[in-house]
């Protein structure tokens, strides 16, 4: 079956670095997406991987290894609108995104 | 670039009812929209997948009959919940892919809060 497993819950300091971990199974893959999503609100786009190694964009930056099915998100300088729900979504050999339940991150000052 | 709008943001409507949601692509052709569903603390629940001018495909479990699918032109899609119920109240979001660009980026609406009472 295809499964996501990541923490369901963070808490980190204003400032600090926090990294996100997402394991994922699925029935083949195209690639893996993060996604922000506040709460009430839709999910946006933060970042895609496609090969292995690290992609940076700004403060966060993803990274993926397709033989261990592993990806994590990485946030640097952490600022109190960062918390949110982090969801990571690989798309699968259909091209349709699997979205597990995210990881709620908790920002304290 | 990119932006992907949802009418209505909220609406209460009694058990019974039919509801229209609409999604629109206000700058870019959309060649694939999504609907998904979202239960407070849950993950995204793929409806289903539509393109433009041609029947969406239902993902197992979801009702074709109850939630109606349009794809009509390449920048709207409606979703109506016919003879709506109080467990269908949940956060509804519509998707889109563009023709061009980063084909692989979806762009998300708003999405809608359906209330049924």
């Known amino acids: 079956g295809q499964n996501i497993d990541q923490p369901t819950e963070m808490t980190a300091t204003e400032g600090a670095i926090v990294q996100i971990n997402c394991t994922y199974q699925t029935s083949g893959f195209n690639g893996l997406f993060w996604y922000q999503q506040h709460a009430g609100e839709a999910p946006t786009f933060l970042s895609y991987?496609?090969l292995d190694g690290l992609e940076e964009k700004g403060r966060f930056s993803s990274f993926l290894s397709r033989s261990k099915g592993y990806s994590y998100l990485l946030l640097k300088e952490l600022q109190m609108k960062d918390s949110a729900s982090y969801l990571c979504?690989?798309?699968?050999?259909?091209?349709?995104?699997?979205w597990g339940a995210g990881t709620k991150l908790i920002i304290k000052p | 670039g990119a932006v992907v709008s949802q009418h209505p943001s909220w609406v209460i409507c009694k058990s019974g009812t039919s509801v229209k949601i609409e999604c629109r692509s206000l700058?870019?052709?959309?060649?694939?929209m999504f609907w998904y569903r979202q239960f407070p603390k849950q993950s995204l629940m793929l409806m289903a997948t539509?393109?433009?001018?041609?029947?969406?495909?239902?993902e197992q479990g979801v009702e074709k009959d109850k939630f109606l699918i349009n794809h009509a032109s390449l920048t709207l899609s409606t979703l109506t919940v016919t003879s709506a119920h109080p467990e269908d109240s949940s956060f509804y979001i519509c998707s889109a892919k563009g023709t061009s660009g980063d084909s692989y980026e979806q762009y998300f609406g708003p999405g809608t809060r359906l209330t049924v009472t």
């Open positions: 700058d870019f052709q959309a060649t694939t």
């Open positions: 539509s393109n433009e001018g041609s029947k969406a495909t239902y």
């Open positions: 991987n496609v």
């Open positions: 979504a690989p798309w699968d050999s259909n091209y349709q995104l699997i």
